[in-house]
C-alpha cells in the first residue's frame, strides 16, 4: 500500500515537472527579446509569445508545450503503468499553469491540455484540435478555439476512453475554461482581440 502511494507520488511529481517547464520564457530570452511576462498579456504561452511578431517562436513554443504534455502521460504510463496516466495529465497541465520556478504564474494551458490529450487518447486529440482550428479560424480568436477545443475533448472524452480518464479529460478542460474567465468576459463584451494583436 505504502508502495502504491509513493509511485503514484513520483507520477504526478515527473508529470507535474515536465509540464512546468516554461518553455515560452525560454525561448523568448533565449532569442533576445526579454522576458515574455513583460509582453502583450504577460502569459507565457504561445498566444502570447506571437505577440512579439516572432512566429517561429510561437510555433516552438506551442510545440513544445503540447510535446511536455504528449511526454508527461505516456513516460508515467511507461514508468508507472497506466492507471496513472490520468493522474499524469492532472499533473502536467498544473505544472503548466502553476509553475513553482515562477511563483505559479503559469501559461492558460490549452497546448499543454492537447498535448495530455493526445496521451490519453488519440481521438479525443484529434476532436480536440480540429474544434480549435474551426473556431480560431472562422473567428480569428484564440480564446474562441481553446474553449471549442475543451468543449470538444470533454465530449468526445466520454465517449471513447475509460471513465477514469474522460473524467481527467473532463477536469483538465473545466479548468482550462476557468484559467480563461477574463477571456470570457472580453468575447461577451465584444472586445477580445484577434490573434496577434492586443491583450
Do not use: Q
Amino acid at each position: 500500500m505504502n508502495d502504491d502511494i509513493l509511485l503514484t507520488g513520483l507520477a504526478a511529481l515527473l508529470a507535474g515537472l515536465l509540464g512546468s517547464i516554461p518553455f515560452g520564457l525560454l525561448l523568448t530570452r533565449a532569442a533576445g527579446l526579454g522576458d515574455i511576462r513583460a509582453i502583450g498579456s504577460g502569459n507565457i504561452g504561445a498566444t502570447n509569445v506571437l505577440r512579439t511578431g516572432k512566429k517561429w517562436l510561437a510555433a516552438a513554443t506551442l510545440l513544445l508545450d503540447f510535446g511536455k504534455g504528449v511526454l508527461a502521460v505516456v513516460l508515467v504510463t511507461w514508468l508507472f503503468g497506466a492507471g496513472n496516466a490520468p493522474l499524469a495529465a492532472l499533473a502536467a497541465v498544473l505544472g503548466h499553469c502553476h509553475p513553482p520556478w515562477l511563483g505559479g504564474k503559469g501559461g492558460k494551458g490549452v497546448a499543454t491540455a492537447l498535448g495530455v490529450f493526445l496521451g490519453l487518447g488519440w481521438g479525443v486529440f484529434v476532436a480536440a484540435a480540429a474544434a480549435w482550428i474551426v473556431g480560431a479560424a472562422t473567428s480569428r480568436i484564440s480564446s474562441v478555439g481553446a474553449l471549442s477545443a475543451m468543449a470538444a475533448a470533454t465530449v468526445t472524452g466520454f465517449a471513447v476512453l475509460r471513465l477514469d480518464a474522460a473524467v481527467a479529460v473532463a477536469i483538465v478542460a473545466v479548468y482550462v475554461v476557468m484559467r480563461h474567465e477574463a477571456n470570457i468576459k472580453r468575447l461577451r463584451e465584444g472586445t477580445e482581440p484577434r490573434i496577434g494583436a492586443g491583450k
